[in-house]
């Protein structure tokens, strides 16, 4: 149990000694997008990401797909 929290522990200090994590974050989105575009925890992510960025037309453009992907499959 301790070695598991001492290895939560640096984990949770190397995070917080990111810079930028919006930018760390694009990255990971990016990979999803290219390797599980159907997914949708990869739409969800694309959007909370867009909306924490400020790009509420982008945020509605993932809906807008998402919406149409779930009507015509």
């Known amino acids: 149990m301790l070695a598991r929290s001492s290895t939560t522990l640096v984990y949770a200090i190397s995070c ?15 990979l999803l997008q290219n390797n599980s575009s159907d997914s949708l925890e990869t739409h969800i992510l694309s959007f909370e990401l867009s909306m924490r960025k400020q790009k509420v037309l982008l945020a509605f453009q993932v ?6 992907s779930l009507i015509l499959p």
Request: proline share 5%; net charge neutral; glycine share 0%.
């Open 16 to 30: 917080l000694q990111i810079e930028n994590p919006l930018a760390e974050a694009t990255k990971y989105l990016k």
């Open 63 to 68: 809906c807008y797909f998402c919406l149409i």
